[in-house]
C-alpha cells in the first residue's frame, strides 16, 4: 500500500503541474484577447474622434445639430434625413440638447458601453454545453468581433441608435426574468424598430404568451402615445411612407440590404415589386419563425433569436448597414458534421460582417448581384437556410475528428516551433478554402497597392533611385543583360508575342491549377504548399513595401520597349501607374518568378513522373525569360523572387515541421476508420443522452 501511495504522488503531482500551466496559459491567453477588445475599442473612438466634427456623427448631427430635425418645428420627416419612427423621434426631442452638447466623447463612449454590454450577453448566451475555455474567452472574442463589425463601425460613425433595439431584444430574452419584463422591453424595441415585432411571434409560438401579448401591448402602447404626441408625424410615418419605406437614402441604393432593395436592384418596380416583395417576405418569415421555434424548442435560444432578427432585416423595407447587426449573432448556430467544417459558416459570417464586399468576390459583371447583396444573402441564408444543428443530433458535442499524419522527424532542434500545427490527412473544406483565398489575395492587392514609397512624384523618384542602384549592380556583376534581351525579342514577333501572352496569362494560371490539383489529388501536400505560399506571399509584399523599385520599362532613358502595356508617356507625372488597381513600382522581388519557382520546386517534389517534374521546372524558366525580355523586371528581381521562395518553405518547415510522407494520391478524401469509429460512438453517446 504504502509503494502504491508513492509511486502516485508524482503521478499527481505531474497532473497537477499540467493543469496549472493550461490554467496559465489559459489566463494569459483572455488577458491578452481582452486587451485586443480594449485596443479595438480605443481605436474605434480615436478614429470618430479624430475626424473633423462636419464629418463625424453625420446622422447625430442631422437630427441634434443648430439646424436638425429635432430642433426645427415641423415634421421630422419633412427632410426624409430622419430614418427612426414617431417613438423614436418623441424619445429623443428631450435628449436634444443632452445629446448636442454630448456630440463628441459622450455619445460615442456611451455607444462603445452599449456594444460592450452586448458582447457580454452574448457570450453568457451561447448554446449550452460550452467548455470552459469556451466560456472564459467568449466574452472578449464576441466584444472583439462586435467592434470590428461594419454595422457597429457605422454606427460609430454615424451616430446612429440601432444597437439599442437588439440590446434590448438580449436583454428580454437573457437577462430579465418574468414575462411581462420580457415582453415590454421588446416591445420598446419594436416601437423604434418595427419588424422586430416578429420576436413577439417567436415568444407566442414558443409558449411564452404572456410575453407576446405584454410585446404587442408595449409596442401599440408606444406607438399610440407618439400617434397622440405627434400625430401629423405618426400619419406620415406610418401612411405616407408606409412604415419609413423612402426615408433615407434611396432604397435601391447598396446601403439597403432588404428583400425590397434588393428587388429594385434587379429592376423590379411599381405594383410587381410590391407583390413580390410582399410574397417573399411572407415566406420568409414563415420559414424563419418555424426554424425559430425549433432552434429554441431544443435549446439553443441565441440561435433563434438571430434567425429571426435575420427575418427582421429581410422583411423590412429598408434595412441600412447600421440595423445589419444580427447577422452576427447567426454565428452562435453549429454548422457541419466534420470537425473541420465547423469553421466555414462564422468565418464566412465574420467576413461578411467585417470587410466590404468588394473584398469577398472579384469585380467581375457575372458576381455583381452576389457582392451588391452579401449581406442580405447571409441574412436570407441564416434565416432560411443554413442546416444548423440541433442538440439531440450525434454530432452536435462530437463531430467527426480529422486524421493526422504521422510527425516526421525533424534534423533541427526545436523543429516544429508549433508542434500542435499537425498534418491534417482529410480535405479540407473547399467553401472556406475558396473563401480564405479570394481574401488573402484582395489584401495583398490592397497592400500591394499601398506600397508605393509615398506620393506620386516622391515615390516615383525613390523607385527610379532604386532602379539605378539594381541596374549599377547588375553592371558590376556582369548580368546587365534587359536591353539585350528586350530589343533581341522586339526583333522576332512570334517570341514578342509568346512571351507577352506567357506573362500575361500564367501568372495566376499555374499556381491555381497547382493548388487545385493538390487539393484534389493530395490534401496533405496541398496545406504543406499553401502554407510555404502563404508565407512566401508574405515576405514579398515586405519587400514591396521596403524597397519600392522601377522596373526596366519605366526607367527614363535606359530605351527598354513595354511588350505588354505599350508605349508609356514619361512626361506625366503617373506615367508609371497604368491604372488604379496595381503598384507598378513593386518589382523587387518578383512575385511572377517566385510564385512560378514555387510552382517548379512543388511539381518537382510531389510529381510520381520524371517527365511531370522535368515540365514543371519549365515553368519557372519561361517565366524567368518573359519577365526580363518584356522589360517589366530586372534579373536581380528574379533572385529576390527565388530568395522569398526559399524563405518561405523554410518559414513553413520552421512552423510545421518536415512535409509529411505518406500520403498519396486521394490520400485523406473520405472518413476513415478512426472517422467512423468516432461518428458511431457520438452516435451511441447521442442515443443514451436522448433515453
Known sequence: MANAEHSGRPAQAFGATAAEG????????????????????????????GTPSGERLTALETWVGPDGVLHVKGSLYDSTLFTGT??????????????????????????????????????????????????????????????????????????????????????????????????????????????????????????????AVSAGAAFAGCTLLAWAALPHDSYTYWVHHVAGTGLGGAADGLANQSLHGALLRLGLSGPAEVASFLALGAAVAVVALRRAVRYARDGQLLPAVAVTGCAAILVSPTAWQHQLLWVLLAMAGRVGRRASDRYVWPVAVVLVMTLPARMLLPNMAQLQPLRDNAVLLAALAAATAVPFLLRTSPYYDAPVPARYAEPVPARLRGVPLLPWLKRVLTRPNLLLELLLIRVTYAAYQKVRLAATGGSNSAGRARAEAHGTQILDLERWLHIDIEHWANHAIVRVGWARDFFDFYYESFHFVVPLTVLGVLYWRRPVDYRWARASLGFTTLLALVGFWLYPLAPPRLMPGLGVIDTVHGVQDFSQPDYGTLTALTNQYAAMPSLHFGWSLWCGLVIALVAPKVWMKALGLLHPLFTVTAIVVTGNHWVLDAAGGAAVVAAGFGLAYLFQGPRARGAGPRGGSGPGPHEGEAARGAAGSAGERVS
Do not use: D, H, Y
Open 22 to 49: 493550461a490554467g496559465a496559459r489559459l489566463r494569459v491567453i483572455r488577458l491578452g484577447l481582452w486587451l485586443v477588445a480594449a485596443i479595438l475599442a480605443v481605436r474605434q473612438l480615436a478614429v470618430v474622434l
Open 86 to 211: 414617431p417613438f423614436g423621434g418623441l424619445v429623443l426631442k428631450p435628449l436634444t440638447r443632452a445629446a448636442e452638447q454630448a456630440l463628441g466623447w459622450g455619445w460615442t463612449f456611451g455607444t462603445l458601453l452599449l456594444v460592450a454590454a452586448l458582447g457580454l450577453i452574448v457570450a453568457r448566451a451561447l448554446p449550452q454545453p460550452v467548455s470552459r475555455r469556451t466560456s472564459l474567452l467568449a466574452a472578449p472574442v464576441a466584444i472583439s468581433l462586435l467592434m470590428l463589425s461594419l454595422p457597429v463601425r457605422n454606427t460609430l460613425w454615424l451616430g446612429q441608435t440601432s444597437i439599442i433595439p437588439v440590446l434590448l431584444v438580449l436583454l428580454a430574452c437573457f437577462v430579465v426574468r418574468g414575462q411581462r419584463a420580457s415582453g415590454l422591453l421588446i416591445g420598446v424595441a419594436a416601437a423604434l424598430q418595427p419588424t422586430v415585432l416578429l420576436f413577439a411571434v417567436l415568444l407566442w409560438c414558443t409558449g411564452r404568451g404572456r410575453a
